[in-house]
């Protein structure tokens, strides 16, 4: 997957959960970002990672995401992978 794909589809899972009242509070909190955050920041790497970090923790999510979306389930990890620093996983 190229860069510019990887971004657009970290941007669709972004609109998604702006789009979604329940887990945009639970993504929020867990992250420490601020709506602002998420405007200022949405167009970088690790950013953008996080976010998809954040999708994958919960199958439902994957599906209900790449449902809406169009896409297959392993569009958000092929996606994290093309990002910038996104294929290195540090679990620390």
Known sequence: MRQESAETIAI????????NDELLPVFLG???ASVEDMKQRASAPEFLISLLDFVMMDDGWVTEFCDQA???????????????GGAEINWT
Do not use: F, N
């Open 30 to 32: 867990a992250s420490g």
């Open 70 to 84: 169009g896409l297959p389930y392993t569009a958000p990890m092929q996606a994290r992978q093309a990002l910038p």
């Open 12 to 19: 669709q899972a972004l609109a998604w959960l702006v789009g």
